[in-house]
């Protein structure tokens, strides 16, 4: 079963204003979790992870995301788009059984300038 | 220094034909990993490696066999390729089993059968 669900396929939203990727996790537990980043045609490469010691994760580029218990919710942020962050995210956690990381669906996200 | 490094970037083959793909890292991680990327952009973990040891097999055709003569290095041979096995294939390593580390991804192999 799908540990880590992204809500949304596509966003787009305008130079300079804030980013909400959405992504929820199915677990018993608190599981680690994690954000990814695909630039076009690039590799992947890891924005922040959440290992339960802070809720308030701080990652790069100015993304941080936030993991909330009650709402079983990691949800990825940023104040300030910029053309640059224009790619495709993955929300990442563990599968069942704890095995192996398994990857959201992405989402896709537009800056419009 | 490139921490995870795949080659071919590109391959670019045709049907039947057999072909490899290498990885290595040099993280001194002792897992590693090969996922394949669809071209809807989905990620799924096909094998991986903890110090040589299979422990993780997804239904993947048999076609597919994965090697790791080291810890340091995961190659993926494929037999009698088809079209559907294009896609893009990443190799990863993680410290442990990766669970509270995440992975450090290769930047890809792009197979094209035609």
């Known amino acids: 079963a799908q540990s880590v669900t992204q809500l949304d396929s596509h966003v787009s939203v305008s130079e300079g204003t804030p980013v909400l990727l959405r992504c929820n996790y199915s677990s018993s537990y608190s599981p680690s979790l994690f954000w990814y980043v695909q630039h076009p045609n690039k590799g992947l490469q890891l924005l922040l992870k959440?290992?339960?010691?802070?809720?308030l994760v701080k990652g790069i580029n100015g993304f941080e995301a936030e993991f909330k218990k009650s709402e079983t919710s990691f949800h990825l942020t940023k104040p300030s788009a910029h053309m640059s962050d224009a790619a495709e995210y993955f929300c990442?956690?563990?599968?069942?059984?704890?095995?192996?990381?398994?990857f959201g669906t992405g989402t896709r996200l537009t800056i419009i300038p | 220094d490139t921490a995870v490094s795949q080659t071919p970037k590109y391959l670019v083959t045709q049907m039947g034909n057999d072909k490899s793909i290498k990885c290595e890292q040099n993280?001194?991680?002792?897992?590693m990993y090969w996922y394949k990327q669809d071209s809807k952009k989905f990620l799924k973990i096909m094998f991986s490696y903890n110090n040589k040891e299979l422990i993780i097999n997804e239904t993947v055709p048999n076609r597919f066999s994965p090697k790791s003569p080291d810890k340091a290095h995961l190659n993926l041979h494929i037999n009698s390729l088809e079209l559907g096995d294009s896609a893009v294939y990443f190799c990863?390593?993680?410290?442990?089993?990766?669970?509270?580390?995440?992975?450090?991804f290769g930047s890809g192999t792009r197979l094209t059968v035609v």
């Open positions: 990863a390593s993680s410290q442990g089993r990766g669970l509270n580390y995440g992975y450090t």
């Open positions: 990442v956690g563990p599968s069942d059984g704890n095995e192996k990381l398994t």
């Open positions: 993280l001194g991680h002792d897992t």
């Open positions: 959440y290992t339960s010691a802070a809720t």
